[in-house]
T-cell receptor
Framework: ETGVTQSPTHLIKTRGQQVTLRCSSQ?????VSWYQQALGQGPQFIFQ???????GRGNFPPRFSGLQFPNYSSELNVNALELDDSALYLC?????????????FGSGTQLSVL | AQSVTQPDIHITVSEGASLELRCNYS??????LFWYVQSPGQGLQLLLK??????LVQGIKGFEAEFKRSQSSFNLRKPSVHWSDAAEYFC??????????FGTGTRLKVLA
C-alpha cells in the first residue's frame, strides 16, 4: 500500500559534507513530511511540504532544508553534516493537508556520518 | 508540551499469548492517536487510528486499541500474538495539522 519510495537506501558521508535525500510520494498525494529517526528513538518531525511550500517545521536547524517539486516529489538537504545527523530519514506522504490524514511512510534512507 | 510516553522499551511474549502495549500522551486538546508498526529495515505501517467516537478501535492484523481520556492512555492490544508480530511499535499523537509526535517505541519479541 505504501507507494512511497526513497533513495538512496543507505548513505555514508563525512562530517562537514552535504547530503541530498529524495522521496517520491504515493500517487495522488500532495503533502510530504520528513522525519528523522535516531537509533532507539521514535521519528522526530523535521518539516512538511504542501503544494511546494514549507507548511510547518520541527525543532531542526536551518541547515536542514527541503524542496517539493510540481510532481509532489521531495528532497531533504542537510548541510555541514554532524555526527549526530546519523539516523534513518523517513519520508511520509498523505493525500491532503489536514487532521484526518494518515501518513504513508517510505522505507527510509539510513545516513551514517563519519 | 505535547508528548507521548511508551513506558516499555522491550516486551517479550510467547506465541499465542495476549499482548498489551502501553501508550500515554500529554496533550491539551482532543488528540488524534495512532499506532504504527516498524519491521527491521522498513518504514512505518499504520495499525489503527482514533479520531473520535467509539473509544475501542479495531485495526489491521487483529490489533485493537482503547482510548481512555481519564487516563490519557491509548493502549494497543492483541488477544493472541503470532511470531510475525515481532517488530517495533510506535504510538503517535497529532493535533491535526501537520506534526505527528511519536513515542520512543516498544520492541516486541515473540517466543516460539
Amino acid at each position: 500500500e505504501t507507494g512511497v519510495t526513497q533513495s538512496p537506501t543507505h548513505l555514508i558521508k563525512t562530517r562537514g559534507q552535504q547530503v541530498t535525500l529524495r522521496c517520491s510520494s504515493q500517487s495522488g498525494h500532495n503533502t510530504v513530511s520528513w522525519y528523522q529517526q535516531a537509533l532507539g528513538q521514535g521519528p522526530q518531525f523535521i518539516f512538511q511540504y504542501y503544494r511546494e511550500e514549507e507548511n510547518g517545521r520541527g525543532n531542526f536547524p536551518p541547515r536542514f532544508s527541503g524542496l517539493q517539486f510540481p510532481n509532489y516529489s521531495s528532497e531533504l538537504n542537510v548541510n555541514a553534516l554532524e555526527l549526530d545527523d546519523s539516523a534513518l530519514y523517513l519520508c511520509a506522504s498523505s493525500p491532503a493537508q489536514g487532521k484526518n490524514e494518515k501518513l504513508f511512510f517510505g522505507s527510509g534512507t539510513q545516513l551514517s556520518v563519519l | 508540551a505535547q508528548s507521548v510516553t511508551q513506558p516499555d522499551i522491550h516486551i517479550t511474549v510467547s506465541e499465542g499469548a495476549s499482548l498489551e502495549l502501553r501508550c500515554n500522551y500529554s496533550y491539551g486538546a482532543t488528540p488524534y492517536l495512532f499506532w504504527y508498526v516498524q519491521s527491521p529495515g522498513q518504514g512505518l505501517q499504520l495499525l489503527l487510528k482514533y479520531f473520535s467516537g467509539d473509544t475501542l478501535v479495531q485495526g489491521i492484523k487483529g490489533f485493537e486499541a482503547e482510548f481512555k481520556r481519564s487516563q490519557s492512555s491509548f493502549n494497543l492490544r492483541k488477544p493472541s500474538v503470532h511470531w510475525s508480530d515481532a517488530a517495533e511499535y510506535f504510538c503517535a499523537v497529532t493535533s491535526g495539522t501537520y506534526k505527528y509526535i511519536f513515542g520512543t517505541g516498544t520492541r516486541l519479541k515473540v517466543l516460539a
